[in-house]
């Protein structure tokens, strides 16, 4: 079965910042698996979920 969602190594930063919001990141979602992402203020949660829509 073929994920739904897959990020291999996602690097990712605002355009005027020099520091990275993501780092790394690797993320694989199968069909019928349900997701939650958590973290504290300001940990990338929206970023990261941005970037699924490219």
């Known amino acids: 079965m073929e ?5 291999e190594d996602l690097w990712w ?11 790394g990141i690797n ?3 199968n069909p ?3 997701v939650v992402i958590t ?3 300001d940990s990338g949660k ?3 979920v941005s970037t699924f829509n490219g």
Do not use: A, C, Q, T
């Not at 994920?3 to 990020?7: D, R, T």
């Not at 930063?13 to 780092?23: G, T």
């Open 39 to 41: 973290g504290p203020n």
């Open 13 to 23: 930063r605002y355009e005027y910042s020099k520091d990275w919001v993501l780092k």
């Open 46 to 48: 929206s970023s990261l």
């Open 3 to 7: 994920p739904v969602i897959e990020i």
């Open 27 to 29: 993320l694989k979602i």
């Open 32 to 34: 019928e698996e349900f």
